[in-house]
T-cell receptor
């Protein structure tokens, strides 16, 4: 089956620094990738839709200047959390679409101190 | 706007019981529905995917049904085991869109 990887799996950073999270489709090409965020005991919430070669589409309430998304190739999308603050601490999960089915990465746990 | 609801929010059962998790959605114009499992602090594991034209899917002890017209899906787990303890998420997609998730049902199976 299709495999999606994320790197890193866990990251701890100081407040004010930027963190980059990579999402890769390992054995298929994905023109569309999605970024989700999950706070403790909450459901996954879509943050943005990442389309290869074009600007990402952000959901309402998600700051595009804070969460920079780059989808430079058909197998890689990156999410950069700029000037991270403790309230950005969360579980970030990406997914990539193949034949109308979404395949999820294992997630990245971000802790901002 | 599509909304997905899962009932119950939490469920505790003794090992060996059969159980049913419920999922409902407000807009029946879905492309497919998926059931996922999430262990604490982990990513999602896809359990079953039901296309809109299908009525059910089975995998081992799991059976998922879909009644698109009434906006409902159920996940049936037979002969539950402690290893089944996790949060189960239901999600729907409409053509070309991201998944819309329910809040999940947290299952605890005691030995």
């Amino acid at each position: 089956g299709a495999v999606v990887s994320q790197h890193p799996s866990r990251v701890i950073c100081k407040s004010g620094t930027s963190v980059k999270i990579e999402c890769r489709s390992l054995d298929f090409q994905a023109t569309t990738m999605f970024w989700y965020r999950q706070f403790p005991k909450k459901s996954l919430m879509l943050m943005a839709t990442s389309n290869e070669g074009s600007k990402a589409t952000y959901e309402q309430g998600v700051e595009k200047d804070k969460f920079l998304i780059n989808h430079a190739s058909l197998t890689l999308s990156t999410l950069t959390v700029t000037s991270a603050h403790p309230e950005d601490s969360s579980f970030y999960i990406c997914s990539a679409t193949s034949q109308e089915t979404q395949y999820f990465g294992p997630g990245t746990r971000l802790l901002v101190l | 706007k599509q909304e997905v609801t899962q009932i119950p929010a939490a469920l505790s059962v003794p090992e060996g019981e059969n159980l049913v998790l419920n999922c409902s959605f407000t807009d029946s114009a879905i492309y497919n529905l998926q059931w996922f499992r999430q262990d604490p602090g982990k990513g999602l594991t896809s359990l079953l995917l039901i296309q809109s034209s299908q009525r059910e899917q089975t995998s081992g002890r799991l059976n998922a049904s879909l009644d698109k017209s009434s906006g409902r899906s159920t996940l049936y787990i037979a002969a539950s085991q402690p290893g089944d303890s996790a949060t189960y998420l239901c999600a729907v997609t409409q053509a070309g869109t991201a998944l819309i998730f329910g809040k999940g049902t947290t299952l605890s199976v005691s030995s």
